[in-house]
């Protein structure tokens, strides 16, 4: 398995420069539980595991809230 810093240098493509902003917080929430935690602990993958939780409830909540401006102004 590949280590939260080989991780981060993949999550870096130009060509996604509108999420590479979530990509960096997301990586270096999980590299900073690396090494808070150690490798292969079982804090770190409770840690891994909040930390994706939370960002896909993030991006659940961003999702709807554009979903409810975009329809807020079209209908103006």
């Known amino acids: 398995m590949p280590s939260t ?3 981060l ?3 870096r493509d130009p060509g996604r420069a509108s999420d590479e902003s979530a990509d960096r917080t997301a990586a ?3 590299l900073v539980g690396e090494l808070a935690y150690g490798d292969g602990s ?4 409770h840690a891994k595991v909040g930390i994706l939780v939370g960002s896909f409830i ?3 909540i ?6 409810r401006t ?3 102004t079209a209908s103006a």
Do not use: V
């Open 28 to 30: 270096l929430s999980l």
């Open 62 to 67: 961003g999702a709807l809230i554009l979903r």
């Open 58 to 60: 993030a991006a659940g």
């Open 5 to 7: 810093t080989q991780r």
């Open 70 to 72: 975009k329809h807020t």
């Open 9 to 11: 240098s993949r999550c």
């Open 42 to 45: 079982i804090h770190d993958d």
